[in-house]
């Protein structure tokens, strides 16, 4: 089998209040049809129905203070609960103290050692590997476990060769932030069936979604609203060519933000995992309370 993760920065289960919550303002026809009508709330979990279970899992992890991207991110990628062990949560990029864990015992350096392929399916434009090299950026954590576990990212070349995926989906950045006026443009649906047709040649493929706590920090209810509404075409178009009778699609994030726009902070807010598939592969997720419990679930399903 396969398992795509679909990691979303920054999303929590919030209230029921279009004020503040962009998720209860946008229209996502798809999502709520498999969610018989409801919206992607607190009120609406736990849900689970022939093809989709919603649970609301806890980032907090038993640690005082706000969940951060971090140690968020890394107890996703290792099942380890990191902020427990450190006594903080941290963010946004990791400090020494994290990056320990994020060599050897991660799921992306497992599925390797099992000897299965895996890859993050985004695209990086030059200017990204330029502040790498320069010192002037530092990996976030889940780029970091990649070139940890001797996996390439993918470029601009790869991008424009259709083996990777820009990180809003449908490319039009590429061509309105970073300046490449032929770079290839999809709608959401079509950017959907592509994410489908790249996770096909991996056993355990990632996608990394960071735009939505961007809109969180920035307090932005009309990009948020725009955003999700995109990414209802891109799930759309992405399950319609998926195999749910054999493979997976996890959908999670590391801690609450976009959910509540009435603050610029993170979020104690539950975080939603949402699985898209068959009912006996969901059901090695039936007993995750917490983000720990995300990556053991997926060992075992790989058997890794």
């Known amino acids: 089998m396969r398992i795509l993760f679909l990691f979303l920065d920054g999303i929590g289960l919030g209230d029921d209040n279009p004020e503040t919550n962009p998720f209860v303002r946008a229209e996502m026809p798809y999502l709520e049809s498999l969610l018989d009508g409801k919206k992607l709330t607190r009120s609406a ?21 706000l969940p951060q991207s971090a140690t968020g991110q890394a107890v996703l990628l290792t099942g380890i609960n990191i902020p427990a062990e450190l006594g903080y949560h941290y963010g946004p990029k ?9 060599d050897g015992k991660t799921l992306f350096s497992r599925t390797i050692q099992a000897g299965k392929k895996t890859a993050l399916l985004n695209a990086y434009p030059p200017r990204y590997f330029d502040g790498i090299d320069s010192g002037k950026r530092l990996y976030s ?6 070139t940890n576990a001797g996996v390439s990212l993918f470029t601009h070349d790869d991008y424009f060769a259709g083996h990777a995926l820009s990180a809003d989906f449908t490319g039009e950045g590429w061509r309105e ?13 079509t950017a959907g069936t592509n994410l489908s047709q790249l996770a096909k040649h991996y056993d355990f493929s990632f996608f990394e979604y960071w735009a939505s706590d961007y809109a969180g920090h920035k307090q932005d209810m009309g990009w948020a609203i725009r955003q999700l509404e995109t990414f209802d075409g891109v799930l759309k178009g992405l399950l319609a060519d998926w195999d749910l009778a054999h493979d997976l699609v996890l959908l999670t994030s590391d801690h ?16 939603p995992l949402i699985l898209f598939g068959e009912k006996t592969k969901r059901d090695a997720f039936t007993d995750v309370s917490d983000l720990t419990g995300i990556a053991p679930a997926i060992h075992s399903l790989l058997a890794l």
């Not at 849900?47 to 640690?63: H, K, P, R, T, Y």
């Not at 990791?94 to 994020?102: F, G, I, M, R």
């Not at 609450?256 to 975080?271: C, F, I, Q």
């Open 141 to 146: 954590s889940i780029p970091l476990v990649l």
């Open 94 to 102: 990791p400090n020494p103290e994290v990056a320990q864990y994020l």
């Open 177 to 189: 932030v970073l300046g490449y006026p032929d770079a290839p443009v999809f709608d959401s649906i």
């Open 256 to 271: 609450g933000n976009m959910e509540d726009l009435s603050t610029r902070k993170h979020t104690a807010a539950p975080v």
């Open 45 to 65: 979990a736990p849900f689970e129905s022939g093809l989709i279970s919603l649970q609301a899992v806890d980032s907090n992890l038993g640690v005082k203070g």
